[in-house]
C-alpha cells in the first residue's frame, strides 16, 4: 500500500521546495513528473472566460491520473499541490471571478466530486504558510514564466484569503503546517529537521504530545518521539493507518533518491482515427486532436507494463503516450509536444527508446545522446530498427535489448543485464 503526502499552499509559498525535500528525503516519488497542463495557463489568463473550465477540467484530469497510477503502483509519493485546492481555492475563485458560468462550475463541481471519492485519501497534507508579500517577491525573482505575467491584480492577495478560510476548515485528512518564512528548508539542517518530524508524525499517528516545542531539541525519552518545533497540527482528523518507521526511513540514513527514465516508442503508427463520438473532449470542446488516438489494447498494455517494470527497480517512468499525450486524448500543438518532451528528457536519469520509423523517438533519443544519458534500445524483431537506432546502440553507455514482441520488454527489463547496467550507471 502507498504512502501519500500531499503538499498544500498559495501560489509562491514554497510548495515545490517542499515537495522535493520530502520526495529526496524518503527517496519517495515526487507527483507531479511533468506538467502538461502548464500549457494552459498561458491561454488561461489571456482569455479566462474561454479556458477556465477547460483548463480546471484538465489540471484535475491529470492530478487523479497521476494519484491513481502512482497509488496503485505501490510507490510510495508526494503531490505538489493537492486535489483539495484544485476543487475548492481555485475553481471557486474562477467562479467569483465569473470566469466560471453557473452550469460551468456546477458541471466542474459533479466531476470533481465523482473523482475525489474514487481516489485515495492522503495520509498527511503539509500546508505551507506564507504571507502575501514573501510570496509575491518569490514569483517576481525566480525563473520568469509567460503565464506569471499575466496575473490579474491582487490575484495572490485573493488566493491567500481563500486558503486561509480554507485550512481553518481543513478535516478530509491528517494536515500539519510549516511557516516557509521562518524556516528555509533549503538548508540542510533544516530539511533533516522537518523530515524527522514528518517521520514523526506518520509513525506515531498523531501530533497531540505534550513536548516543549524548541529548534534542535533532544528527542523526549519516555517515547522516543523527535519534539515537533518545525511542523504545527492542523486540524485532529484520524489517520488513515499507522506507518511502521522502517517504511519512511530517511535517506540520510538509507540513500534513496529515486530516478526517471523517459520511456520512448512509436505513437503515430500505433494511433488510430479519431470518431468524434467516441471522443467525449472532443465533442465537448469542438477541438481537434492531431495525434490520433493510442485505444486500450495490447501495445498500451505493453508501454505500462515496461513504466512498471522500471518501477519494480526503483526507477519512476516517465512515459510520454500517457503522462504528456494522454494516448492521445490531450489537446497539443507540435510546438507544446516538443518542448514538453524536451523539458521531460532534462529532468529524467535514463533514456529508454523502441525506434521504429517514429521521428518523434529518434528526435527524443538525440536530446538523451547530446546530455550523455543512459540509453537502453528495445530492439523488437517484427518493429523496424533504423540505421540511427543501430548507431546509438554501438555508443558507450547504451545497452540493447534483442526481443520478439514489444510485450517481451517488460521481462527483459527484469534481467540481471539490465540491472548489471543500470547499477554501473548509479542508477539503482
Known amino acids: 500500500m502507498s504512502i501519500y503526502i500531499a503538499v498544500a499552499g498559495n501560489l509562491g509559498s514554497g510548495k515545490t521546495t517542499t515537495t522535493k525535500i520530502i520526495a529526496q528525503g524518503f527517496g519517495w516519488k515526487h507527483l507531479p513528473i511533468s506538467r502538461p497542463e502548464i500549457g494552459y495557463l498561458e491561454d488561461l489568463f489571456t482569455n479566462p472566460d474561454r479556458w477556465s473550465f477547460e483548463a480546471q477540467t484538465s489540471f484535475l484530469a491529470n492530478k487523479a491520473e497521476n494519484i491513481q497510477l502512482t497509488y496503485n503502483s505501490g510507490l510510495n509519493f508526494v503531490l505538489d499541490r493537492s486535489l483539495y485546492e484544485d476543487i475548492t481555492i481555485f475553481a471557486e475563485y474562477f467562479y467569483n471571478e465569473k470566469w466560471l458560468d453557473e452550469r460551468a462550475y456546477k458541471t466542474y463541481k459533479q466531476i470533481s466530486e465523482y473523482l475525489l471519492d474514487s481516489l485515495p485519501i492522503p495520509d498527511l ?129 538509507k540513500p534513496n533518491i529515486q530516478k526517471t527514465v523517459y520511456i520512448a516508442a512509436p505513437f503515430s503508427q500505433a494511433a488510430k482515427e479519431i470518431d468524434v463520438n467516441d471522443n467525449l473532449q472532443q465533442a465537448l470542446f469542438n477541438t481537434e486532436l492531431p495525434h490520433g488516438l493510442i485505444p486500450p489494447g495490447e501495445y498500451r498494455m505493453a508501454l505500462n507494463n515496461i513504466s512498471r517494470s522500471f518501477a519494480k527497480l526503483g526507477i519512476n517512468g516517465l512515459l510520454p503516450h500517457r503522462d504528456i499525450n494522454k494516448w492521445g486524448n490531450k489537446i497539443l500543438q507540435p510546438e507544446k509536444v516538443v518542448n514538453l518532451c524536451r523539458k521531460s528528457i532534462l529532468e529524467t536519469d535514463l533514456f529508454f527508446g523502441v525506434f521504429g520509423t517514429s521521428l518523434g523517438v529518434h528526435f527524443e533519443a538525440g536530446i538523451a545522446t547530446s546530455l550523455s544519458r543512459p540509453i537502453i534500445v528495445g530492439k523488437v524483431k517484427n518493429i523496424p530498427y533504423s540505421f540511427f537506432a543501430e548507431g546509438i546502440g554501438k555508443l558507450p553507455n547504451t545497452l540493447v535489448l534483442e526481443v520478439n514482441t514489444i510485450s517481451d520488454i517488460s521481462k527483459a527489463i527484469l534481467s540481471k543485464e539490465v540491472k548489471v547496467f543500470l547499477t554501473e550507471n548509479s542508477l539503482i
Open 125 to 253: 497534507l503539509v500546508y505551507n504558510d506564507c504571507s502575501v508579500e514573501t510570496c509575491i517577491q518569490r514569483i517576481e525573482t525566480r525563473i520568469s514564466r509567460a503565464f506569471e505575467k499575466l496575473y490579474p491584480p491582487n490575484h495572490i492577495s485573493k488566493l491567500h484569503l481563500a486558503y486561509q478560510e480554507w485550512i481553518a476548515k481543513f478535516s478530509a485528512c491528517p494536515a500539519v503546517t510549516i511557516n516557509t518564512e521562518s524556516y528555509d528548508l533549503r538548508e540542510p539542517e533544516i530539511a533533516n529537521k522537518f523530515l524527522q518530524e514528518i517521520q514523526s508524525v506518520l509513525s506515531e499517528g498523531s501530533l497531540d504530545n505534550p513536548l516543549q516545542l524548541s529548534l534542535f531539541g533532544e528527542n523526549d525519552k519516555r517515547n522516543n518521539i523527535t519534539n515537533l518545533d518545525i511542523v504545527r497540527n492542523i486540524n485532529h482528523a484520524p489517520f488513515r493507518t499507522r506507518i511502521k518507521a522502517s517504511e519512511i526511513e530517511l535517506a540520510v540514513e
